[in-house]
């Protein structure tokens, strides 16, 4: 049997004695390579942008509104009736230890004035449980103290978005805006957010102590009253275990007899993170699936090349049979020449796919993450697309008559 490096360098002058077919054939490989690296990229960057999108809501969430309305026989959207209390976070906190912070939290929205400047943007009333919950921290200034939170005293956090709409490049600090025509003082400003998942802007946001909003601002009949409780669980797991013991003491504290309809809604955004999630992944084996149907063209192009090469080279083939080769040396000699066409292809599409990936972002908003193993797997599958689809053409040419070879013309 004929060495391995000696079958290699015969396959190579085969290849450079024929260029111009050599970089058609491994054209459909460059571009299945690079489709594959650039798509599934892609469908990377989708994944982790939504990952850090549901990750600046905050970890283990679950939100809690209050009821529907109803209005002349409609009935309005949920958290249109306020239903739950202040004391409703305090319960669930102290007597469900799968929670680990419950806050109670009151949405509004308003007018904003700083000057000749206004600005309209959504209130939350709150405590700095909140902030604890989400993991969102200060720019400048402080939270909300006790004394904030217990007098309702008339101070405000704002959002970047709020704070660069309304003051510019002034620092905001201890400036005095008016909300909904009433007096607060700006003592902090939050680091940028970003949107959520959702797509909401979470800089567009005022924030004030939730006495202060109950009291002066929202103009709720029963002043202990809110929309919406927001709860973070120990683990993404207490988040659906906990889910049936939060509505037993919600539905015990709010009176509600057996034939009574829930007053509240309990939404899970773990769960609704990981349908975010399974959806991206669903998506990105699927691009990496279309892009690879680009690779198998690419390998019945290698095979058509390498079936022409055959016939080309019949002759050939029969004095090295005459001279002592085997039809395995044939075959492997065939499958070489198969394989580093494929390899050469590889390497090259490997090349154009990270090209691509930095370019894409630059000139489009997608964006698109490399990983090492995104460029491994396309790789490596090149390989075995060239040995998959040069077997045969390889095979063919081992099973020749050597005297039937020899007089071929």
Same mark, same amino acid.
């Given at each position: 049997?004929?060495?391995?490096k000696?079958?290699?360098?015969?396959?190579?002058?085969? =290849?450079?004695?024929?260029?111009m077919?050599?970089?058609l054939?491994?054209?459909? =490989?460059?571009?299945?390579?690079?489709?594959?690296?650039?798509?599934?990229? =892609?469908?990377?960057?989708?994944?982790?942008?939504?990952?850090?999108?549901?990750?600046?809501?905050?970890?283990?969430?679950?939100?809690?509104?209050?009821g529907?309305?109803t209005?002349?026989g409609?009935?309005?959207?949920?958290?249109? !009736?306020?239903?739950?209390?202040?004391?409703?976070?305090? &319960?669930? !906190?102290e007597?469900i230890?799968?929670?680990?912070?419950?806050?109670?939290?009151?949405?509004?929205?308003?007018?904003?004035?700083?000057?000749?400047?206004?600005w309209?943007?959504?209130?939350?009333?709150?405590?700095?449980?909140?902030?604890?919950?989400?993991?969102?921290d200060?720019?400048?200034?402080r939270?909300?103290? *006790?004394?904030?939170?217990k007098?309702?005293?008339?101070?405000?956090?704002?959002?970047?978005?709020?704070?660069?709409?309304?003051?510019?490049?002034?620092?905001?600090?201890?400036?005095?805006?008016?909300?909904?025509?009433?007096?607060?003082?700006?003592?902090?400003?939050?680091?940028?957010?970003?949107?959520?998942?959702?797509g909401?802007?979470?800089?567009?946001?005022v924030?004030m102590?939730? &006495?202060?909003?109950?009291?002066?601002?929202?103009?709720?009949?029963f002043?202990?009253?809110v929309?919406?409780?927001?709860?973070?669980?120990?683990?993404?797991?207490?988040?659906?275990?906990?889910?049936?013991? @939060?509505?037993?003491?919600?539905?015990q504290?709010?009176?509600?007899?057996?034939?009574?309809?829930?007053?509240?809604?309990?939404?899970?955004?773990?769960?609704?993170?990981?349908?975010?999630?399974?959806?991206?992944?669903?998506?990105? @084996?699927?691009?990496?699936?279309?892009?690879? =149907?680009s690779?198998?063209?690419?390998?019945?192009?290698?095979?058509?090349?390498?079936?022409?090469?055959?016939? *080309?080279?019949?002759? *050939?083939?029969? @004095?090295?049979?005459?001279?002592?080769?085997?039809?395995?040396?044939i075959?492997?000699?065939?499958?070489?020449?198969a394989?580093?066409?494929?390899?050469?292809?590889?390497?090259?599409?490997?090349?154009?796919?990270?090209l691509?990936?930095?370019?894409?972002?630059?000139?489009?908003? @997608?964006?698109?993450?490399?990983?090492?193993?995104?460029v491994?797997?396309?790789?490596?599958?090149?390989?075995?697309?060239?040995?998959?689809?040069?077997?045969?053409?390889?095979?063919?040419?081992?099973?020749?008559?050597p005297?039937?070879?020899?007089?071929y013309?």
């Open positions: 049997m004929i060495e391995l000696t079958i290699f360098k015969i396959a190579v002058r085969a =290849i450079e004695a024929n260029k077919r050599s970089v054939t491994s054209l459909g =490989i460059i571009i299945g390579v690079a489709a594959v690296i650039i798509l599934l990229s =892609i469908g990377n960057g989708t994944q982790q942008s939504i990952e850090n999108e549901m990750r600046s809501m905050g970890t283990n969430l679950i939100m809690i509104r209050s529907a309305s209005s002349g409609a009935r309005m959207g949920r958290g249109s !009736q306020p239903t739950l209390k202040n004391g409703d976070a305090d &319960a669930i !906190q007597k230890p799968a929670i680990r912070l419950a806050v109670p939290v009151v949405n509004d929205s308003g007018q904003i004035i700083y000057g000749n400047t206004n309209s943007t959504s209130i939350v009333g709150t405590d700095n449980r909140y902030f604890e919950i989400k993991e969102w200060l720019a400048y200034g939270f909300f103290s *006790e004394n904030d939170t007098t309702a005293n008339k101070v405000v956090i704002l959002g970047q978005t709020v704070a660069k709409e309304l003051f510019g490049d002034i620092d905001p600090l201890g400036k005095t805006i008016r909300v909904k025509g009433l007096p607060f003082v700006v003592i902090g400003t939050l680091t940028a957010r970003g949107q959520s998942g959702p909401q802007d979470q800089d567009d946001m924030y102590p939730l &006495a202060t909003a109950q009291k002066k601002v929202s103009g709720t009949q002043p202990d009253m929309n919406q409780l927001m709860l973070q669980a120990q683990t993404a797991q207490d988040t659906y275990t906990s889910q049936e013991e @939060i509505k037993a003491l919600l539905r504290r709010h009176n509600l007899g057996l034939n009574k309809e829930d007053d509240f809604t309990i939404m899970n955004f773990t769960q609704f993170m990981e349908m975010m999630q399974s959806s991206s992944q669903a998506m990105t @084996i699927f691009l990496g699936f279309i892009a690879s =149907i690779l198998i063209v690419g390998g019945i192009g290698i095979m058509n090349i390498m079936l022409v090469s055959v016939t *080309e080279r019949t002759r *050939e083939i029969g @004095i090295r049979m005459a001279i002592g080769a085997k039809s395995w040396d075959r492997l000699q065939f499958l070489m020449e394989l580093i066409l494929s390899l050469i292809g590889g390497l090259i599409g490997v090349a154009f796919g990270i691509g990936v930095f370019i894409l972002p630059k000139i489009t908003s @997608i964006t698109a993450v490399l990983s090492t193993f995104y491994l797997l396309p790789f490596s599958f090149s390989g075995v697309v060239g040995l998959i689809f040069g077997f045969f053409p390889a095979y063919k040419a081992s099973l020749l008559n005297i039937n070879a020899l007089r013309e």
